[in-house]
T-cell receptor, first 114, second 112 residues
Framework: EPEVTQTPSHQVTQMGQEVILRCVPI?????FYWYRQILGQKVEFLVS????????KSEIFDDQFSVERPDGSNFTLKIRSTKLEDSAMYFCASSPTGRYQPQHFGDGTRLSIL | SQQGEEDPQALSIQEGENATMNCSYK?????LQWYRQNSGRGLVHLIL?????REKHSGRLRVTLDTSKKSSSLLITASRAADTASYFC????????????FGGGTRLMVKP
């Protein structure tokens, strides 16, 4: 069964540095998402992406964050000038179309900011 | 803001028993979804129920939705040790971006 793959599985970065989290969504899916889960807290929506543009974003997704689909297969989340509170598990997801479709999640990237 | 809240937060049962988890939310929704998460892994989609549906089944899973009470329940029948995981409800109330709002989850332990 096709899977969403995320790399790296664990990223350790110094505070203030930029980090790029990478995702390969399922190939025929059209919608892409990023969520995060701070340890012990709920899974939180960050952003959704469709047709090469952001379709929805949360209050968390401020100017520090950006997303890109640089080619036909990758979907990236960039965090500029990381903060300690950015430490979390970041999940990428994709869905075939939009509404009424399940979202398929990767196993996540654990981001640790030192 | 809209939130999904599950109860109980933790549930421990014996193999073969049924497990029921409940979810409440605050605003009108397009659909409600249940996901499962094993420790250290991503979320696995279990079932989606639309706002105009009242009940759905998938194998040993049964989901109900009561939009008048803004609540849903997930029933796992004849539980197995392999069902041990965290279970989350997620609501989609978005207009465009299919944003899911997750609850805090129920940690289910099924003892062999």
């Amino acid at each position: 069964e096709p899977e969403v793959t995320q790399t790296p599985s664990h990223q350790v970065t110094q505070m203030g540095q930029e980090v790029i989290l990478r995702c390969v969504p399922i190939s025929n899916h059209l919608y892409f998402y990023w969520y995060r889960q701070i340890l012990g807290q709920k899974v939180e929506f960050l952003v959704s992406f469709y047709n090469n543009e952001i379709s929805e974003k949360s209050e968390i997704f401020d100017d520090q964050f950006s997303v890109e689909r640089p080619d036909g297969s990758n979907f990236t989340l960039k965090i500029r000038s990381t903060k300690l509170e950015d430490s979390a598990m970041y999940f990428c997801a994709s869905s075939p179309t939009g509404r009424y479709q399940p979202q398929h999640f990767g196993d996540g990237t654990r981001l640790s900011i030192l | 803001s809209q939130q999904g809240e599950e109860d109980p937060q933790a549930l421990s049962i014996q193999e073969g028993e049924n497990a029921t988890m409940n979810c409440s939310y605050k605003t009108s929704i397009n659909n409600l979804q249940w996901y499962r998460q094993n420790s250290g892994r991503g979320l696995v989609h279990l079932i989606l129920i639309r706002s105009n549906e009242r009940e759905k089944h998938s194998g040993r899973l049964r989901v109900t939705l009561d939009t008048s009470k803004k609540s849903s329940s997930l029933l796992i029948t004849a539980s197995r040790a392999a069902d041990t995981a965290s279970y989350f409800c997620a609501t989609d109330a978005s207009n465009a971006g299919n944003m899911l709002t997750f609850g805090g989850g129920t940690r289910l332990m099924v003892k062999p």
